[in-house]
């Protein structure tokens, strides 16, 4: 009888560590590939659309008013897959994607204009 009690206890031992094994990868998978939170400007070295978003950031102070990241995706192979992924979720083709790329939190916006139409909504400039 003992013996069948203790047989039950090591199955629950084991059972409770890969239990806890299994959770600490999810979290470790989920919390890595989702990437940084918030805000993300996603841009490219060279990229002309995206000097013009850089130089109003710059002139208006953007980054004293509003917390974002800024990611570089033409020399980054992270950053470039944390960009599509940010695409699928709004559902664009990976065809039309380009920078500068937005990501808010909850929506997708490319180009210049759409973007620096974000940080002024965002920093209250008219």
Known sequence: ??????????????A???LIVVLIILFYFTNSVA???????????GCSHCK?????ISQN????KVKFTRLEVFNNKDNAG???QK??????????IGVPFLWDGKNCLLGDEDVISFFKKEANIK
């Open 1 to 14: 009888m003992f013996e069948y009690i203790k047989e039950k206890k090591n199955i629950f031992i084991i």
């Open 16 to 18: 409770g560590v890969v």
């Open 35 to 45: 990437g940084p939170k918030g805000i993300i400007l996603f841009y490219g070295e």
């Open 52 to 56: 013009i978003v850089d130089d109003f």
């Open 61 to 64: 102070k953007i980054e004293d």
């Open 82 to 84: 944390i960009l599509l």
């Open 87 to 96: 695409a699928g979720i709004c559902k664009i083709d990976q065809n039309n």
